[in-house]
């Protein structure tokens, strides 16, 4: 540790005999009047004690040429202009300075310390130097000079009895408000000016016109503190200025409107984060900046020496400034590029959400595909079966043939427009009776019951959805089957095709597959887990309904029924055993 630290080590732990030792040589200064020099002599040790215990500028540190010269004129002047106007600003300054530093006290007896040396400096403007500044004809009333000059060095004795925390000042790094300090500063002024206006135009003595000043301050701040506080149904002054110290004014509320209207305005996140950074430029204490975010960067406006950085996730910013911000301006500019980086954070997700968006759309619709040419491979398979085993009766394969191969091609060519168009409707209508048969003949060799029905007249079905859901529920129907096990499955279609129904003696759906069954693609050994799921979409988007009707051993039932209400998210559902 350096010599000069060592020094200030040691002020900052005797802060208490530095206070009483400036205060004790400016009451020497106050009531050694009659000696000018020895009055301006003690001033200028006093000035010299301020300058350790000042809180501005540390005690070790070296002060350069600028700071000396500042400290010659500033003494010079004190030379030249010497006497009781001078010692009332000084005094007020003073007391200023000290109420300011209470407030960051929390140990009593210092505190106490320091009230009673600002009420030593209170006495000594009130009682000694203002009746020295008013005129000599003006009534005075009684004077107090020789009470003052032997009863207040006893406060100054009491002050030096008191426990004094040096822990809790050094806490507070000898720290002041600067805020109360000016409040206090020009309380004291109107306490001065407004004893000497009532004395002047009310024609009463000095005192009574101190007793004046005082209740009349009371009340004003009695009102104050009144309005200051919220009630029901008012909300108080305080509360709007506690917003304005919080906003700094218009400007940084004005760019905060301009990133929230540009968030919802550009889409895409650096050009978004570029143009909300070069935003700043409008701010009157930016001068430009330079950012970087991942891969990308980017400056506005100009450099200059005052640079100030903030690092986020994964914005990084470089802020130029034209003069020194203050740790306010500095918190503030703080807040403002967080909210810019989490907004670009929040594009960046946005991007990668529509790029997901896209992925699932593309493998959606591959894999619906890859479906449909299963189920028509299936067909085709089964149809060559039928030939196969009806080539020795040539016009029976001719029908098979003819009521055969237009479906196909029906679902071929229909499986082609979801290609072009994902979301389109399901193909035609068909007769309900004929679809039936089509589905007996393609099924005839299968452990499929179809329930023999008298159909409507005017029965139809959407052929291409009752065909995709028929050839998703069989298939998984029939591949229960266990090698000498007794399948059986049975198929049941009403008279006006309202309700088509699957149902098998099969094991249940276990709990794994039922949580999301028919609401998103699940776990599958023998494919892709995607059919029923997008049977389910394609009947709500038909106005049909496919649900889960039974799930007991010897019972598991799929129903298709046409919704008699707008088909929503609860169509697709799961009934209870």
Known sequence: MTALQQLGTALHERQRWLVTALLALLHLALVSRADAAISLLCWLVDVGLFILWQPFVYAERKIDLGGLTVMALVLGGGIIWYGDWLLIVWVVMLAALVGGRVMFIDHRPTRVFYLAAFAYLLAALLFELVPRAVPES??????????FAWGMPVVLLLMTLLPFSGVSDRCSGGMIDLFYSLFIFLLIAVLVLGSLAFMLFEGISYLAAVVDTLLAMAAVLFLIGWAWNTRPGFTGIGVFFSRYLLSIGLPLENWLHRLTTLAA?????DKFLAQALAEMLDLPWVAGGAWSAGARRGTF??????????ASQPLHLSLYTRHRLSPALVWHFHLL???????????LRARELQQLGYMRAIHETGARLTHDVKNLLQSLNNLCYLVQASRDDGERCDLILQRQLPQITQRLQHALNKLRQPH??????????????????RYAHSPVGFTAVDFARDALVPAVLFDA?????????LGKASPGGDLHVRVVLTADASLLSVCDNGEPIGDEVLA????????????LGIGLYQSAQEAASCGFCLRLASNVRGRVCFELRRASRPVGDDCCTIAQP
């Open 138 to 147: 003006t009534q005075l009333g009684p004077s107090l000079d020789r009470e």
């Open 265 to 269: 305005q550009e889409i895409d996140p």
């Open 301 to 310: 406006g100009s450099s200059s020496r005052f640079s100030h950085d903030f």
């Open 337 to 347: 590029a967080r909210l810019a980086n989490e907004h670009y954070v929040a594009k």
């Open 424 to 441: 389109s409707e399901p193909g035609g209508l068909l007769s309900a009776e004929l679809w039936w048969r089509i589905q007996q003949q």
């Open 469 to 477: 859901v028929l050839d998703n529920l069989l298939h998984n129907a």
């Open 516 to 527: 999301d069954l028919l609401q998103a693609p699940v776990a599958s050994a023998g494919g």
